[in-house]
């Protein structure tokens, strides 16, 4: 695996003003800027700069044909390899030419931090042979007295933490999924049988128990497979990582939320039931065996409800407002969205709702 490569957001929102494939990559990359700065000063949290990164793709991968260049060259460990030339004017470290066609320079340093290297693209500009503006000469000019300037500012390094914390986190989703595919490939073949694991947090500590027990109904010639899961954290530390393996558990066996019925336990304990599909044990047993999900699985997603569920008005308020599941005058627990009024009333709810005294 060749080198990390990444581009600096001064370079990205200041040096290259133009020629972008996808324009939008330009705004974000601005507006990531933006925010990266206020978390630098404490102003904002980590949270807000992970919200926008996932707007763009990998700072290596914007879409101007420059960055997309530097990308490709810098792919490789090899630097006597692959020829690159040097920027002999800048003597306080090694800079390297990069070009793309006869419109686009830049500079790319090679830095080394923990034993790994990463090539940061510093800065960008025009080429125009023969004019003191040329790029080369302009850059050699604002290095006269060192080039740090050009070097990744606090900014960058928080990206690069929050962009690590992002994948960390994102590689924990997939585990917690396919953990929970697993776990309900071995209840479906083992019923009666209560299967359990430990699901560890992204820092590998011991989060929560998963248990999963498989029944198996006959009824009228037909067999009805009943699903219970049960989430039992290891202690009150988590909260949030707790509700997103539930989340996270349920959405991997059935992504529609109406075919779920919840119920908290004791010690901030959770109950989920459900029957299963087809489409469901099918996807734990080939989970199972190939202990690999499928490249377009999206972890904790789920499809939208159907119909509009009834609940106390407070109660209401506040799981909106907090995004947590109330409980439903049917028995269902469900997240309140703001389009229920587009959907059909829930019929039992409809109904005790009509049955409650004013």
């Known amino acids: 695996m060749g080198r990390s490569r990444r581009v600096t957001l001064r370079c990205a929102t200041e040096d290259l003003a133009s020629d972008w494939t996808t324009p939008a990559d330009l705004a974000n990359a601005k507006r ?35 960055i997309l260049a530097f990308d490709d060259q810098f792919a490789g460990d090899d630097d006597a ?12 470290r090694q800079w390297f030419k990069q070009t793309y066609s006869a419109r686009w320079r830049g500079a790319a340093a090679v830095l080394e931090d923990d034993g790994k290297e990463t090539a940061w693209l510093g800065a960008a500009g025009y080429h125009r042979q023969g004019s003191p503006e040329d790029f080369y000469e302009e850059f050699a000019r604002r290095c006269h007295a060192g080039s740090d300037a050009f070097l990744p500012a606090d900014e960058d390094i928080a990206v690069r933490r929050i962009e690590v914390n992002v994948a960390r986190l994102d590689a ?15 209840a479906v073949n083992n019923p009666e049988n209560t299967y359990d694991t430990t699901v560890l947090s992204p820092d590998s500590a011991e989060l929560l128990t998963m248990s999963m027990t498989v029944v198996h109904t006959d009824v009228d010639g037909i067999t009805a497979h009943e699903l219970v899961i049960e989430l ?26 109406e075919a779920w019925r919840c119920a908290p336990l004791k010690d901030n304990a959770e109950s989920h039931w459900t029957v299963l599909t087809e489409e469901a044990m099918s996807a734990a047993r080939a989970a199972a065996d190939s202990g690999e999900l499928s490249a377009d699985v999206r972890p904790g997603e789920v499809r939208l409800g159907t119909v509009a569920h009834y609940s106390h008005r407070d109660h209401i308020a506040y ?23 587009t959907k059909p009333k829930c019929a039992t709810c409809q109904e005790e709702y009509e049955n409650t005294p004013v």
């Not at 390899?81 to 306080?92: K, Q, Y």
């Not at 924990?172 to 071995?186: E, F, G, N, S, Y």
């Open 319 to 341: 799981a909106s407002v907090h995004g947590e599941a109330v409980q439903a005058m049917c028995g269902h627990w469900f997240v309140p969205t703001a389009d229920h009024e």
């Open 232 to 257: 039992v954290p290891v202690g009150w530390e988590h909260p949030r990582l707790c509700r997103l393996t539930s989340a996270i558990a349920t959405s991997a066996i059935d992504p529609q939320p």
């Open 172 to 186: 924990w989703k997939l585990q917690v999924h396919l953990t929970a595919l697993v776990l309900l490939d071995a």
């Open 32 to 66: 990531l800027r933006e925010l990266a700065q206020k978390a630098v000063g404490g102003d904002i949290p980590d949270s807000a700069v992970r919200k926008q990164l996932r707007l763009l793709p990998a700072l290596s991968q914007l879409r101007h044909p420059l």
């Open 81 to 92: 390899g692959a020829l690159r030339e040097t920027i002999s004017a800048v003597n306080d």
